[in-house]
């Protein structure tokens, strides 16, 4: 039999993965590796971490090389090399040698396309600055890296998980960095209450947060970059980070015929095959199943990429033995200074925007017993089906065991786990690692005494004058931070005090986290009062109501 002849046109996460797990399932294959940049197979995670010195040898980025990866894997790896067109009838490839300037057509039995996301450069005028950069590979990295050693300011554009890191790393480098972000909140995946604890922290750290606004024009100057704003400012800065999404390499697979999704990725079914059963197609590219809601999706993260690839490979040599792909729930964490932030699954926003049913609540804890030293809050949000009870998403933000609690989310949400599920989960328990009774037990009891009637949440601060609105804090605690319209009642005095309250006018309770609420309005729901509670209490709400 001839060797079966693979080509793979794109590396660093779907396609080494692809390659490796092709050839431990095949010795005999001819399997080449088509890359257009200089380097095959690296970290792009840790980019922004090397530019502010956290990881301070550039080497461990590089994961392989062309030679390492023939010597492991007898892979044929052309580095510089670009795919500028594919005969699918032919069953080949057309690649040009940048070195060489020489194309040659490779045949093919199979192909793989990992082309991976380029990211989006806005069209506005001053964009080919030099002193512009994108961060996608190693060589943008040394760019930027060299950048922040001379640099004293910078800015960066987008807020979303890369925007932030580079703004952390840039500051940890001792630059001056102004935030430019198009949506009036960092983070947009996140839900605005819990994405507001990151611009405080962002704040905290001396990070210029400019929401809601966009840089229209940039001008050269001889030593300073002008960043003019639509809102009439301008930032000056050495050099300026662009963090505004990507979009899809789908050219090559757009000019084979292959077919896209609506927003031109890949589009490929649960054994990641194209359109072209010989064609497959892995990564940031790709367009899969949704699988929280069942309809299509498209997420740029390495773990599904590396997934993706590892799937793509069984089908073609296991056959009836191959799994499918489930499809992505979209599982992302940050770091932002103190604070982490993530979120699985689908967020309120998105589901408000989708027309889509949903219940929500927010809970808030520690991260370890509160008796042993250390501490930390920690913020839990989970969204449901009112319907079914089925998770639908999960967002966490804290100081620490935000990865902890989403990943025991992102197992829930997978696994179509309800929120009564949630109540008995059983997790490890002891002092310095967590409490008998864990935030995600918590959102599961919160969310089922929702179901259950025993509590109806508000999600802010009543607008309505009418609405009684009582604060059960301790009274140092509400008198150190009274909330404007907020009658002060400490909850161990409430039953003593319902005299005080006019029973034909609804009342909303508030505290610090919500959990004393909670018991204030089953307090007054069973002596008569209309109640709700305040969701998240003022950590997650904040206080905008303050009294000057």
Request: glycine letters at 10%; one cysteine or more.
């Amino acid at each position: 039999m001839s060797k079966m002849k693979i080509v793979v046109i794109g590396g660093v996460a779907a396609g080494a993965s692809f390659a490796a797990r092709a050839r431990r399932l095949d010795e005999t294959a001819h399997i080449t590796v088509i890359e257009r940049g200089p380097d095959v197979s690296f970290a792009n995670c840790g980019l922004p971490y090397h530019i502010g010195g956290e990881i301070p040898t550039r080497d461990v980025l590089a994961v392989q090389t062309p030679d390492s990866l023939k010597a492991m894997l007898q892979l044929e790896v052309r580095t510089r090399c670009e795919a500028q067109s594919i005969d699918r009838a032919g069953k080949r490839v057309l690649v040009r040698d940048a070195s060489s300037g020489q194309s040659e057509w490779l045949h093919y039995d199979k192909l793989m396309l990992a082309p991976g996301a380029a990211p989006v450069v806005p069209d506005v005028p001053g964009i080919d600055d030099p002193r512009i950069f994108t961060l996608r590979n190693l060589s943008d990295m040394d760019k930027i890296a060299a950048a922040a050693a001379s640099g004293m300011r910078a800015v960066v554009v987008g807020a979303g998980f890369i925007g932030l890191e580079m703004a952390e790393q840039l500051h940890r480098n001792g630059l001056s960095v102004d935030v430019v972000q198009l949506q009036p909140q960092v983070m947009p995946q996140l839900d605005a209450k819990m994405a507001r604890m990151l611009e405080n922290e962002l704040r905290r750290n001396d990070i210029r947060l400019h929401l809601g606004d966009q840089v229209t024009r940039f001008e050269g100057g001889d030593d300073v970059l002008h960043c003019r704003l639509a809102s009439g400012g301008t930032l000056d800065a050495g050099f300026v980070v662009m963090s505004v999404g990507v979009r899809p390499e789908s050219d090559l697979a757009r000019a084979a015929g292959l077919a896209l999704g609506e927003r031109g990725h890949i589009a490929v079914n649960e054994s990641m095959q194209t359109s072209d059963p010989d064609i497959y197609a892995a990564g940031d590219a790709v367009e899969t199943r949704e699988r929280v809601l069942g309809g299509r999706a498209a997420v740029p993260l390495g773990g599904p990429a590396n997934r993706q690839g590892r799937v793509a490979a069984d089908h073609i040599f296991l056959g009836n033995k191959a799994r499918p792909y489930p499809g992505s729930i979209g599982t992302a964490i940050v770091r932002v200074f103190e604070l982490a932030a993530g979120i699985t699954g689908w967020s309120e926003s998105r589901l408000k925007s989708a027309g889509r049913a949903y219940d929500t609540v927010t809970v808030n804890d520690n991260n370890h017993a509160t008796y042993f030293p250390g501490a930390k809050p920690l913020t839990l949000k989970i969204v449901w089906d009112p319907e079914s009870g089925v998770l639908l998403g999960a967002q966490a933000v804290g100081a620490d065991g935000v990865d902890k609690r989403l990943d025991v989310m992102a197992t829930a949400i997978s696994a179509r786990m309800t929120v009564e599920d949630l109540c008995h989960l059983e997790l490890s328990y002891a002092p310095p690692f967590g409490v008998a009774k864990d935030i995600v037990n918590l959102a599961g009891f919160a969310a089922t005494n929702m179901r259950d009637g025993l509590v109806d949440v508000v999600d802010d601060f009543p607008a309505d004058a009418g609405v009684q609105l009582i604060d059960v804090r301790g009274k140092p605690v509400a008198d150190a931070s009274p909330v404007a319209g907020a009658v002060n009642i400490p909850f161990p005095t409430l039953r003593d005090n319902l005299d005080k309250l006019d029973k034909s006018r609804p009342v909303v309770t508030m505290c610090i986290i919500g959990k004393t609420s909670y018991f204030a309005s089953r307090v007054l729901a069973q002596n008569g009062f209309k109640v709700q509670s305040l969701a998240g209490g003022v950590r997650v709400n904040g206080n905008h109501r303050a009294v000057d």
